[in-house]
């Protein structure tokens, strides 16, 4: 008996300690509306990563990166019992006029997109080849039509940051 608890206990602590470090780790908020773009792009601009053309089209368009504030966790269900963690990084990238909008609408905006990451999870999305280009363009899609529902045509790509399955 005590034998079949202990991946379980292994599960439960291993979750919270990995949501323990997420927090720690969390980027701290930004007092200043659209600091987290301004830091962004001086960033691009010490890196030089960013050419020249593609800097003053970002500019024109007035296009930033939104970042959500914590990462998704989705249980992925096979006969009644998890038999994975997916770990997802999303961000979004948008008009920058919307910023204060975003952050005051994320909770609405994360329950969203969870349950499009639970459907995804009970359709086989997070199943074998699960980071082939194929299966995260479905999802992007998804993700983006929710999205758009609350900011509408502001957002213009949702963008997968980094996406982790740790088997139990």
Known sequence: MVAKLIPV????????SGIGVGLVFAP?????DGAYEKEAAGQEKESGKKSEKSRKKGEEEGFGYLK?????VVPVVKDDRIEA?????LS???NSAITEMFYANEPKLRDGFLQVLFD???TGGFD???TESRNLDVLRKSL????????GEDVSKVLIMSVNRQDS
């Open 85 to 89: 963690m997916v770990t997802l990084a």
């Open 144 to 151: 983006l039509e929710v999205a758009r529902k609350d900011f």
């Open 120 to 122: 995804h999870a009970n």
């Open 92 to 94: 979004l990238e948008a």
């Open 9 to 16: 206990i292994f599960l439960i602590v291993g979750l919270g």
């Open 28 to 32: 701290a908020e930004k007092a200043e």
């Open 128 to 130: 074998g080849i699960f």
């Open 68 to 72: 959500m504030t914590k990462h998704f």
